[in-house]
């Protein structure tokens, strides 16, 4: 199983960037899907996951200003993120769950930078 993360970068703040997480290799497609980040001296957490099916959640600090999505044909899952604020700055990983076989697996994260 491969998750390839990509689209992070160096942006303004209030700037916006998409994320994208392309996902190959699990037989059965994959299940819920998510995003995580981890600051500088942070602990990793959970900024946004979809199920198969489309619903969503979302930690309280994106509400509103960050949008996860996916296409089911091609294994991608994308996350818009708009109003970027410098706290958004860290190491974005993106997670899925192989569907049938229940196990989890992570990409290798995708660096945003926000600058004040």
């Known amino acids: 199983v491969q998750l390839q993360a990509s689209g992070g970068g160096l942006v303004q703040a209030g700037g916006s960037l998409r994320l994208s997480c392309a996902a190959s290799g699990s037989r059965f497609g994959f299940g819920d899907m998510g995003w995580y980040r981890q600051g500088p001296g942070k602990q990793r957490e959970l900024v946004a996951r979809i199920t198969s099916g489309g619903s969503t959640n979302y930690a309280d600090s994106v509400k509103g200003r960050f949008t996860i999505s996916r296409d089911n044909a091609k294994n991608t899952m994308y996350l818009q993120m708009n109003s970027l604020k410098p706290e958004d700055t860290a190491l974005y990983y993106c997670?899925?769950?192989?569907?049938?076989?229940?196990?989890?697996?992570w990409g290798q994260g995708t660096l945003v930078t926000v600058s004040s």
């Open positions: 997670n899925a769950i192989m569907a049938g076989l229940g196990v989890s697996a």
